[in-house]
């Protein structure tokens, strides 16, 4: 990018807070999922500060439980019926607020403004409370494959709890207006942390000096966390699909894989490029690169409302790819390419990097993809993965990453004026 481009995006993605979500949004997300709830009662535990290895990370909360709340502060419980619902804080604790600042507490006056909840209690009433709130309830909902769903079988021993996770992940799969314009931005910053990475790459480096040039990107325009560990994957390193030691030297004349994301705002990115240490791909590489880069474009195009991520079917994703890989006998022996493509053509990117999903639910419009094809050939000791992030409109797709090089020549040029 040139310089003052780059000037320009940095004044309008860095030193500024990520806009949030209303309060409102959340409401109605709550209220769409109410119609799956009939007469039962739905019951949903935060994370809290404690379980959430808050020293290594920092706290962030459970991702369904932000979906439908928007609340960020520990040890929270989100009571919902059809007719009504309440959220439970805990009460102010001046001993762990000097370890981890202040939070809202139940007994603050604008506790209703500050949550969005017309009904806030303490989380200390929740277990006397229970009894007289499931009262009326036919079935009790939970996230049943939760860490927290122990407590609530504690609790409420004869009680069959009904796992509302297929609902919630109906939801989550479309993305709002608002919950795009994040993703958009995690996209748009990621892509400048590959960018940064490509101006330093250079035989002789090691992997984690990548990673933490990338990294700093991500964190200097003020995203919280990595989406996942960054992978910096150079040679035969790149093998290895989720590699992220990142401790090895990068030797001359080698690809180097770059996986890389950003959480900002609490949306992921997950893009990846495979890009040649020295600036120039070998012959090799490039016939292999080239055959990926169809195959993705192949599947990009044939993205649209009704296709799927499955691996097989008439509408499969997954099969564009293998078919494109099978029609290309250049394997070490001459052999169809197919079998080295060894993982899903793509996965949902929301909240989080693999985020929620009804399996083998069809594609419909609003909903964030990545389509990732790959090939992993151990007997040349090459690996090469290329990766967008891709929104499903009405009729087909919009790569939301397209503004960062792939073509091998793009590739090349933009290593060559650095990034
Ligand atoms: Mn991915």
Redesign the pocket.
Known sequence: MHRLAWLGLAAALWGQPFAGVPHSEYRSRRDALRESLKSGMLILFGNTEREHGELRSGFSQEPNFFYLTGWEEPGAILVMSPGEEALFVPRRDAERERWTGPKAAPEDPNIREVTGFDRVFATEEFEARLPELIRNASRIYTLTEAPAAGRLKALLPLRELTDIAAPLARLRMKKSPAELELIRRATAVTLEAHRAAWRRLAAGLFEYQLAATAAGVYFEAGCRRHAYAPIVASGPNALTLHYNANRRRIEPGELVLM?LGGECASYAA?I?RTVPAGGKFGERQRELYEIVLGAQRAVIAAVKPGMTLARSGPNSLHQIAVDYFNQHAKGPGGEPLGKYFTHGI??HVGLE?HDAAEAARPLEPGMVI?V?PGLYIPEEGIGIRI?DMVLVTEDGAEVLSAALPKEPAEVERALSKGG
Do not use: I, K, L
């Open positions: 996986d997950d990846t793509g996965h990097v990545t990732e990766e």
